[in-house]
């Protein structure tokens, strides 16, 4: 079992390049339950000061808090697309959010929408890219959707949804 993290403090932001990101202290519960504290960051954006990435923070934060944790099973995968578009898609670039909303429109809402979050399996995501296959997609769009969904199951699992933890190399193209 993954250590499951769990944000500690607000932290700061800090100017890296072009963009912002938010420095905090994450903690981590093992397997056998100790905890440690670890320094993790977070892609906030491109935002023109500080305050507008204060702001931006602020944001994601509202809307992570106010949002309760449910039982995997009690939570479809609908819902759960619907509130990583709210609370993740928002902090990215946004050609790398029009990709995710298209992905999630096309491909991952007809077939695994109205299934439980935990019935994501490895299987269901086999058999979605059988699909993918047989509807002549190139090998570039298929690896896109399967990267982009596992990147969503990681972090359904990090919101405390259970989620089957898959890696690339699970799902075969």
């Keep these: 079992m993954k250590p499951r993290g769990r944000r500690l403090s607000r932290g700061h932001v800090e100017r890296r390049g072009k963009g912002w990101w938010n420095r905090y ?5 093992g397997p056998d339950g100790e905890i440690t504290k670890h320094p993790a960051r ?15 923070l602020d944001r994601y934060l509202a809307l992570r808090s106010a949002e309760t944790r449910q039982a ?3 939570i479809t995968a609908r819902q759960y697309f619907a509130k990583f578009d709210r609370t993740r898609i928002m902090m990215m670039r ?3 959010a029009r990709a995710y ?8 809402e007809p ?3 109205d299934m439980p979050l935990s019935a994501v399996n490895g299987r269901a995501i086999q058999d979605l890219v059988i699909a993918l296959h047989t509807r002549g997609l190139a090998r570039a769009t298929i690896e896109g959707v399967r990267n982009k969904l596992l990147h969503i199951l990681g972090a359904a699992r990090a919101d ?4 089957h933890q898959l890696r690339r190399a699970d799902v075969k193209l």
């Design 101 to 108: 909303r298209s992905i999630m429109r096309c491909h991952l």
């Design 111 to 113: 077939v695994f929408g």
């Design 94 to 96: 946004r050609q790398s």
């Design 160 to 163: 405390g949804f259970a989620a």
């Design 42 to 56: 977070m892609w906030l954006g491109y935002h023109r000061s500080a305050a507008a990435a204060n702001r931006a």
């Design 25 to 29: 202290v994450a903690e981590y519960v």
């Design 72 to 74: 995997g099973g009690a």
